[in-house]
């Protein structure tokens, strides 16, 4: 069987071309540290690579969602602590002016300091977030959520009773806050009517506010009676408001707990996902050094070939 020279010639070409590629490619490899260039270097392995990667995505949104929870939680924590320490002070004041030996002038200083509690209070329910939003607004925390009327004796709540999540893994979520209706707006106390009954709704201001007030009346025309009573009834619903705010730190505290917890299994199987993407797709360098040598080999080989066939003319014996 006869091999003519241009059939020669052409498949000396497509081998040298085909070891060049394959060189290329190698270099390629080594170069990327990746064994996988295109899926079709390996369909499977590169569908597994693609899940992968996509879990790793979703994971680490969920430990920026983790960073973003804790800073809205821990925030939330300082300002419940401070409303808290101001009830706590209030409630002290109370005491001090349920006393007999503070004349009305006294009581009147106690009083001012009251109001001036009071709107520290609505300064602490009204702080917002690292990112703006405020803490106790609900769904709608771009709204300052408590508003005190000119005469600072009436706080209104502008927010509502949605309760914002914050997804930290693929089947959890977690509360990034509190609506300031729950909190503050809904404290089972006692009225200051004349026949008191347990239970009512009150809000903390409304409660501060009533202390304020009758600390603030003359005792002549209220009755030391009725004036020891309504400070009674003041410091037992300040009691039950610091316990109500009191639990909702304790609640706070035991999601932070769970969210640490996320945040450690998240990182465990991030360290696998990491493990497993670079079992699949990053490259065994001392293999494929190796292999390069060989096709620098086999590509030397090919262009000495197609040289020798270069020269195969029957001009060349003329």
């Known amino acids: 069987m006869r ?13 040298m071309n085909s070891q060049n590629y394959t060189l ?6 080594i170069s990327t540290g990746q064994r996988i260039l295109v899926p079709s270097d390996d369909p499977a392995a590169s569908a597994r690579v693609l899940g992968l990667n996509q879990a790793k995505e979703r994971t680490e949104q969920f430990q920026d969602n983790i960073a973003a929870l804790k800073s809205a939680l821990e925030v939330e924590e300082t300002s419940l602590n401070s409303i808290v320490n101001s009830l706590q002070r209030v409630r002290e004041l ?7 030996t503070y004349d009305a002038n006294q009581r009147k200083d106690m009083a001012v300091e009251v ?3 009071l709107e520290a209070i609505v300064g602490f329910a009204n702080m917002t977030n690292g990112g703006g939003d405020f803490l106790f607004g609900g769904y709608d925390n771009r709204n300052i959520p408590f508003v ?3 005469s600072g004796t009436t706080v209104t709540y502008t927010g509502d009773q949605g309760q914002q999540f914050l997804q930290i893994g693929s089947a959890r979520q977690i509360a990034s806050g509190d ?5 503050f707006m809904s404290i089972k106390g006692s009225d200051n009517g004349s026949d008191p009954a347990d239970n009512i709704p009150m ?5 501060v506010s009533e ?7 003359d005792l002549g025309t209220a009755g030391t009676e009725d004036f020891h009573d309504s400070v009674l009834r003041s410091i037992a619903n300040l009691d039950k408001a610091i316990g109500q705010i009191v639990d909702a730190q304790a609640a706070i505290g035991a999601r932070l707990n769970a969210t640490d917890a996320q945040e450690s299994v998240n990182e465990d199987y991030l360290i696998q996902v990491a493990s497993t993407l670079s079992t699949t797709q990053d490259l065994d360098y001392a293999e494929a050094i190796s292999r390069l040598e060989l096709e620098q080999v086999g590509l030397q080989a090919a262009q000495q070939s197609f040289t020798k066939i270069q020269s195969l003319s029957l001009f060349n014996y003329l």
């Open 3 to 15: 091999v003519a020279t241009t059939t020669a010639y052409s498949q000396a070409v497509n081998s």
């Open 24 to 29: 290329n490619k190698t270099m390629q490899q």
């Open 94 to 100: 109370a005491i001090q002016a349920n006393n007999d």
């Open 115 to 117: 109001q001036q509690g």
């Open 148 to 150: 005190m009327d000119v």
């Open 179 to 183: 609506n300031g209706f729950d909190m």
């Open 203 to 207: 809000s903390v201001f409304a409660i």
């Open 211 to 217: 202390l304020e007030t009758a600390m603030d009346t």
